[in-house]
């Protein structure tokens, strides 16, 4: 089983790290920290899947799951990263039963799904059976950020194959009308994010969440999410490099 559904089936909640810039040795230090998955943003990035093809190959050094979060709801894309060795996807702006049932659709092998045959790194780090065993290890992550995939979200969480939602706070919050900001403690984004985990936990699926501050994502876990995401490759950069500079005097 992968690390991920390893945590879940314990019970516990998944600590995701999240890769916004693009490079197989920053993939490889961050694989290389206490994370359960990694998830490998192609949606608001330079990194395409050409890019991420090494990216996943260092990671595949460590026991971390490797997630990419697609940059829209397009079957090929997904079908070329999981092919590549991607353990989960992530589909941004799903609204819709429909959405989901495409997405899902996509990263499953038929009789279940339309994946197509030819996962020429999936077979080399899923071994023999991968074939077997490729539709069930595989985590299905659907976003949940806009007004219509929170009226829609019973039937979106009750897709077949689907096994999480996942939240974008900022996209949730512009839709809805509100300055798009991360880590909502309270307020009206913050009941908006209550009701998804309630949502999906309703549906009997998995729920996770994206943050950019630890106390932040330590709230989430506490609340009962499956999944944090407390922060980024490029956001630990620019969170440490201030506190360089006001110890030498800058700032
Ligand atoms: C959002 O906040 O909308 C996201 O997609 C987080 O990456
Ligand atoms: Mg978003």
């Known amino acids: 089983m992968s690390k991920l559904k390893d945590v879940w089936a314990?019970?516990?909640?998944?600590?995701?790290?999240?890769?916004?810039?693009?490079g197989s040795h920053l993939a490889e230090v961050m694989?290389?920290?206490?994370?359960?998955?990694?998830?490998?943003?192609?949606?608001?990035s330079s990194i395409d899947v050409a890019a991420a093809v090494p990216m996943l190959q260092a990671m595949a050094a460590t026991d971390v799951t490797p997630i990419v979060r697609v940059p829209w709801n397009e079957p090929s894309v997904m079908m070329r990263v999981l092919d590549a060795g991607a353990y989960g996807i992530i589909c941004p702006m799903v609204n819709n039963r429909e959405d989901a049932e495409r997405f899902v659709s996509a990263c499953r092998?038929?009789?279940?799904?339309?994946r197509s045959n030819g996962a020429y790194r999936g077979m080399i780090v899923g071994g023999a059976d991968y074939l077997k065993t490729a539709n069930s290890e595989i985590a299905t992550f659907a976003m949940i950020e806009t007004r219509e995939g929170l009226a829609n979200i019973k039937e979106i969480a009750e897709t077949p194959g689907l096994d999480a939602l996942y939240i974008g706070p900022t996209d949730l919050a512009f839709?809805?009308?509100?300055?798009?900001?991360h880590n909502n403690f309270d307020g009206p984004v913050a009941e908006?994010?209550?009701?998804?985990?309630?949502?999906?936990?309703?549906?009997?699926i998995k729920a996770g969440v994206h943050a950019t501050r630890t106390d932040y994502a330590a709230q989430m876990k506490a609340d009962g999410f499956d999944l944090v995401t407390p922060t980024s490759d490029l956001r630990m950069?620019?969170?440490?490099?201030?506190?360089?500079f006001a110890g030498l005097g800058r700032g």
């Open 192 to 204: 908006l994010i209550a009701q998804i985990l309630e949502g999906a936990h309703a549906a009997g």
């Open 31 to 44: 694989a290389h920290q206490d994370w359960d998955s990694l998830t490998i943003d192609l949606q608001h």
């Open 10 to 22: 314990a019970g516990n909640c998944v600590i995701n790290g999240w890769l916004s810039l693009p």
């Open 109 to 114: 092998y038929p009789p279940e799904g339309i």
């Open 175 to 181: 839709s809805h009308g509100h300055p798009p900001v």
């Open 237 to 244: 950069i620019q969170a440490a490099a201030p506190d360089v």
